[in-house]
């Protein structure tokens, strides 16, 4: 492994979480991002039981636990009728996971954990404001292509990740297709100090079906109490961002949803295009896609990053190993495993979440309602539920792939 290089490409959570794996385990790392430093707005907070146990490995957790709020609990609810529908505790996972939880932490959160780890390792080379242009490979490296104040150059390593987020550059380059669709509607994110919690009873994991506009509703604990909630609506595309992001019309939209006597303080309010997509590999040779790269999907249950952050996980294993002799063969399977969980799982749970808080048919609506009482009420259909959405099960189906499933 001396003298052995990996360039990451993206220095968001998943690539930076790349580089400390890596770079730990005494791999020279070079990671490049656009920006000129790390991004400040509020993205992912939900971080699953499955994720904390690979973030547990680099002893990340109980930072992340100081800075978050841990939830053990969600609720879905009936809007229409103001009905709780169901409650769910990750409790009933204490015998499958040391963390029968999730932790509210916000991104920007995790990323800066995640840079102060590596910036102790002189085998971590960090390089913001570079941008990745494009991607050369051979038998024998491969190279990337990044413009830094104004001034291309290109750099060589032993083997790429493309943790560049959805508009990967590093995907395109690579040919890759990014197979899927976008809804139609956009979602939009309000965020509040408004404690839901302590006024309305919600808890800090909430969700509202209905049939003409449905929210997710969830506390983060911003930079410290009362904490911060952020809601999460449809919009139409057919109306202009900038009304849909007006203070008229954003007061209008919580006002509908959670009426009040008073106006709501906003602190933060964001429009944006969702889609469901997964790469059609996640191997092209010597680069390999984690994250957003490879995989996008709604946010509704929270499952985009945490996915990310075990692609990082299970990639920088592998990764690490094939550096030190192992077969190359590990990088197709780590391919196989994560494309097969993220269609398998991250898609298909995302797409009924959604489908589970919009639909319309009054039918329908009541047998799904029926549905997540009985789930809620009995404690082994509610550890099944919850396997699924804390994505343990995800993590067992992808360890249960072998090489001798590679093609």
């Not at 290109?154 to 690579?174: E, N, T």
Request: net charge negative; with cysteine; charged share 20%.
């Amino acid at each position: 492994m001396v003298g052995k290089t990996v360039l990451i490409a993206g220095g968001g959570p998943v690539g930076l979480f790349c580089a400390l794996i890596l770079g730990r385990r005494g791999v020279n790392v070079r990671l490049f991002d656009l920006n000129d430093e790390l991004q400040l707005d509020p993205r992912a907070a939900t971080t699953h039981p499955a994720t904390l146990e690979v973030l547990a490995k680099e002893d990340l957790v109980d930072e992340m636990r100081q800075v978050g709020l841990v939830a053990p609990i969600f609720q879905f609810w009936d809007r229409v009728s103001q009905e709780l529908v169901a409650e769910f505790d990750h409790t009933v996972l204490s015998q499958d996971t040391p963390f029968p939880y999730v932790i509210q932490c916000e991104q920007f959160k995790t990323t800066a954990i995640l840079l102060r780890r590596i910036n102790a390792l002189a085998n971590v080379e960090i390089n913001f404001g570079h941008e990745v242009l494009g991607v050369a490979q051979n038998a024998e490296n491969v190279s990337i292509t990044v413009r830094a104040d104004g001034t291309e150059k290109s750099i060589s390593g032993d083997y790429l990740i493309g943790a560049d987020g959805g508009r990967s550059v590093v995907r395109k380059s690579c040919g890759i297709e990014f197979a899927g669709f976008t809804y139609p509607e956009r979602f939009l994110v309000i965020t509040t100090p408004f404690d839901f919690e302590e006024h309305r009873g919600y808890c800090p994991r909430s969700y509202f079906a209905d049939p003409d506009e449905w929210c997710n509703c969830f506390k983060v604990a911003g930079e410290g109490p009362p904490g911060l909630w952020r809601a999460v609506f449809p919009a139409d595309p057919n109306i202009d961002p900038s009304i849909i992001l007006s203070d008229i019309a954003v007061q209008s939209r919580l006002q509908k949803f959670f009426p009040s006597q008073k106006p709501y303080e906003v602190v933060h309010r964001n429009i944006y295009t969702t889609h469901q997509r997964v790469a059609t590999t996640f191997r092209h040779g010597r680069v390999m896609l984690a994250g957003d790269a490879a995989h996008v999907n709604n946010s509704i249950g929270g499952m985009g990053l945490n996915g990310g952050l075990q692609d990082a996980a299970n990639l920088s294993e592998k990764l690490f190993a094939v550096l030190n002799g192992e077969p190359d063969e590990l990088l197709s399977l780590y391919s196989l495993q994560r494309r097969t969980v993220s269609i398998e799982f991250v898609q298909a749970q995302t797409i009924a979440n959604k489908k589970r808080l919009e639909t319309k048919d009054p039918e329908e609506r009541k047998l799904m309602f029926q549905s997540l009482k009985s789930d809620a009420s009995d404690p082994s259909a509610a550890r099944a539920f919850l396997m699924k959405t804390s994505m343990l099960a995800m993590q067992q189906r992808a360890s249960a792939i072998t090489l001798d499933e590679v093609a």
